[in-house]
């Protein structure tokens, strides 16, 4: 089961170091109550801030930017993807200033400005104007 994705700067683009990314799922898990590897579209929905329907159309138009995969008609988001496009998006810009502490910085993913800005870069990836 390869994951789809037509977007050009999807998760598999950017690479996150493997402590992010497991910090990132256990939090995505814990504050979403996901026990599975896998997450449905409901529950990217709560996630992302967005529509069930909106990320249906941007899966079926090949604009959802992150990897995902079909069981039957169903898309399935691997947790694993789910947490390394976050941490992705979350990873300093070309421009940005450095942090001053040089270590891991965990991801803040129950507060409302980090949601915000996952809701944007999604929004902005499947080029959906708000």
């Given at each position: 089961?390869?994951?789809?994705?037509?977007?050009?700067?999807?998760?598999?683009?950017?690479?996150?170091?493997?402590?992010?990314?497991?910090?990132?799922?256990?939090?995505?898990?814990?504050?979403?109550?996901?026990?599975?590897?896998?997450?449905?579209?409901?529950?990217?929905?709560?996630?992302?801030g967005?529509?069930?329907?909106?990320?249906?159309?941007?899966?079926?138009?090949?604009?959802?930017?992150?990897p995902?995969?079909?069981?039957?008609?169903?898309?399935?988001?691997?947790?694993?993807?789910?947490?390394?496009?976050?941490?992705?998006?979350?990873?300093?810009?070309?421009?940005?200033?450095?942090?001053?502490?040089?270590?891991?910085?965990?991801?803040?993913?129950?507060d409302?400005?980090?949601?915000?800005?996952?809701?944007?870069?999604?929004?902005?990836?499947?080029?959906?104007?708000?």
């Amino acid at each position: 089961m390869e994951p789809q994705s037509n977007h050009p700067h999807d998760a598999s683009d950017l690479r996150p170091s493997d402590d992010a990314v497991e910090r990132a799922a256990r939090e995505l898990a814990k504050k979403f109550e996901i026990d599975s590897a896998f997450v449905k579209v409901g529950a990217l929905s709560r996630i992302l801030g967005l529509a069930a329907p909106t990320i249906y159309a941007a899966i079926k138009a090949g604009r959802f930017p992150i990897p995902h995969r079909k069981v039957g008609a169903t898309p399935l988001v691997k947790l694993e993807d789910l947490a390394r496009w976050y941490c992705a998006n979350e990873a300093p810009t070309a421009n940005a200033k450095p942090k001053p502490n040089t270590e891991a910085v965990k991801p803040r993913i129950a507060d409302a400005a980090a949601k915000a800005k996952l809701v944007a870069s999604v929004l902005r990836e499947m080029r959906v104007e708000d």
